[in-house]
């Protein structure tokens, strides 16, 4: 690897880091919140928001690597956004249950 | 489900957390077993806060491990690749399987996982001459003042050990750590600390993938799931801090006792 590129890296690496205390800040925040007050309103996007940190890492490191030029490794990252994101179009059509089970979800423990 | 206290759980999630951190896992092997044996939380649910937390634990870890230059970005990246489909697939498999062939599955992956931890030996994967090519995938790390590089062999063997791994975690809620960890480690080259910190920051996107398949299906509990991932923040930020403290050949005999124990009791409970 050359110089250029471990300096790329290097900035990457501090962008991830940086998104990835962002998000887990705003989700513990709003975990504090939704539990001080009982309600699940806050829990739920905070949950969403910790579920879609691994995703926007993965955008940085595509971008990041589409910048650098390493296509190979930039090709691969898409790919993994794209199974990520395929996740998400198929849990909105996942067996919506009949029934739901007794206290599993949305229920205050 | 019985009514549970969001302070135990909190101090769960930050137990699972430290320990996972510690080890380069999720902690997600602690977390089910606890929440359904000793909780009574109903499987599916154990296995979507698991899943949660595994991506506070990762994410936590992560920004501690990418500080150090730990983490071997590409490497990650190519074995996602397996790891994420493996998740999808596991997801969506958990989804269609009754619980009590959940709860054999995860016995009988915890035992099994707990034989080879205790049968592994430590060997040293680092090449001292610092002139060798490390390869695309390969890379250098700094062992106290002195700098060791490592290559990366039998690539496939990694990809199809991240590929049961994902889909692992996505039927059971773990990070999948404890399969990639000692295969990186023990066949491919990779030295252990780079090994646990690429895969601590590989699987928040592989909980990732199953996680959405668990939220859209109506899986996740809100409040034990955000009072365990709560837990799990401070315990993962500190476990990675103390990850260079600890004898790493004590905390894999441990482990695997516990592993075979968990295994045992979660494959009768399938009964």
Request: glycine fraction near 14%.
């Amino acid at each position: 690897m050359s110089g250029r590129g471990v300096r790329t890296q290097r900035g990457v690496e501090r962008v991830i880091e940086a998104a990835l205390a962002v998000g887990l800040l705003v989700s513990s925040s709003l975990f504090v919140v939704g539990l001080a007050l009982g309600t699940s309103g806050p829990l739920k996007w905070g949950i969403l928001l910790l579920m879609l940190t691994p995703v926007a890492r993965v955008v940085i490191l595509a971008v990041g690597l589409l910048h650098e030029r390493d296509f190979l490794f930039g090709l691969v990252s898409l790919f993994v956004l794209g199974v990520l994101l395929s996740g998400i179009v198929v849990s909105g059509r996942l067996a919506p249950r009949p029934v739901p089970a007794p206290g599993a979800p949305e229920r205050l423990p | 489900m019985i009514e549970l206290s969001p302070w135990l759980l909190i101090a769960l999630g930050g137990g699972a957390g430290l320990v996972g951190a510690l080890l380069g896992l999720g902690g997600g092997i602690f977390l089910v077993p606890l929440l359904t044996l000793a909780l009574g939380v109903p499987i599916r649910a154990a296995i979507a806060a698991s899943l949660i937390s595994v991506i506070a634990t990762a994410s936590a870890s992560s920004t501690v491990n990418l500080d150090r230059g730990l983490v071997n970005l590409r490497l990650g990246m190519v074995l996602e690749v397996a790891t994420s489909m493996g998740g999808l697939a596991g997801g969506i498999t958990a989804a269609l399987l009754a619980p009590r062939h959940l709860f054999l599955l995860f016995g009988l992956t915890l035992a099994g996982m707990g034989v080879i931890m205790a049968r592994r030996s430590g060997r040293r994967n680092v090449i001292a001459d610092t002139g060798v090519d490390p390869g695309r995938l390969g890379g250098r790390i700094l062992e106290g003042e002195t700098p060791y590089v490592y290559r990366v062999r039998r690539l496939p063997l990694a990809l199809g050990a991240s590929l049961v791994a994902g889909a692992i975690s996505g039927l059971l809620g773990l990070g999948g750590g404890i399969i990639k960890v000692p295969v990186l480690n023990a066949f491919c080259g990779i030295p252990i600390r780079v090994a646990a910190a690429t895969s601590a920051f590989m699987i928040g996107v592989t909980a990732a993938a199953s996680s959405f398949l668990y939220f859209g299906r109506g899986d996740v509990a809100f409040p034990l799931s955000a009072a365990i991932a709560l837990g799990a923040l401070p315990g993962s930020l500190l476990g990675a801090r103390l990850t260079h403290r600890v004898q790493a050949r004590s905390l894999k005999v441990i482990m695997a006792a516990v592993l075979l124990i968990v295994g045992a009791q979660m494959a009768l409970k399938a009964r």
